[in-house]
């Protein structure tokens, strides 16, 4: 299994990024997938997930509102739109597959697969 995050840059206050994660060697369609972020020095924390259909989406409170998922199924992508950015968004950014849950846990534990992370930097 692999998954490929892309996406991620140097953007001002205010501005957006659209990060996408490809997933590879398994059935995507199955599983629910995941967004954590790693600031320097913090302990990597949950963004937001997706349900296998797309219709069920659990998002972290300081990003609600302005980041929203999505997943295209037969591209085997994830994605993860983030608006009105802020400064203290800046973190390396990491997907992850969970293979036994129906909806998005919070735990980074509970997933099994992590992509190899991506960079946001928030300027302001």
């Known amino acids: 299994v692999q998954l490929q995050a892309s996406g991620g840059g140097l953007v001002q206050a205010g501005g957006s990024l659209r990060l996408a994660c490809e997933a590879s060697?398994?059935?995507?369609?199955?599983?629910?997938m995941g967004w954590f972020r790693q600031g320097p020095g913090q302990e990597r924390e949950f963004v937001a997930g997706?349900?296998?259909?797309?219709?069920?989406?659990n998002v972290a409170d300081d990003v609600k509102g302005r980041f929203t998922l999505s997943r295209d199924n037969a591209k085997n992508t994830v994605y993860l739109q983030m608006n009105s950015l802020k400064p203290e968004d800046t973190a390396v950014y990491y997907c992850?597959?969970?293979?036994?849950?129906?909806?998005?846990?919070?735990?980074?534990?509970?997933?099994?697969?992590w992509g190899q992370g991506t960079q946001v930097t928030v300027s302001s």
């Open positions: 060697g398994l059935d995507f369609a199955r599983y629910v």
């Open positions: 997706l349900s296998r259909s797309g219709s069920i989406t």
């Open positions: 992850a597959i969970t293979l036994d849950r129906l909806t998005p846990p919070r735990d980074p534990r509970q997933y099994n697969y």
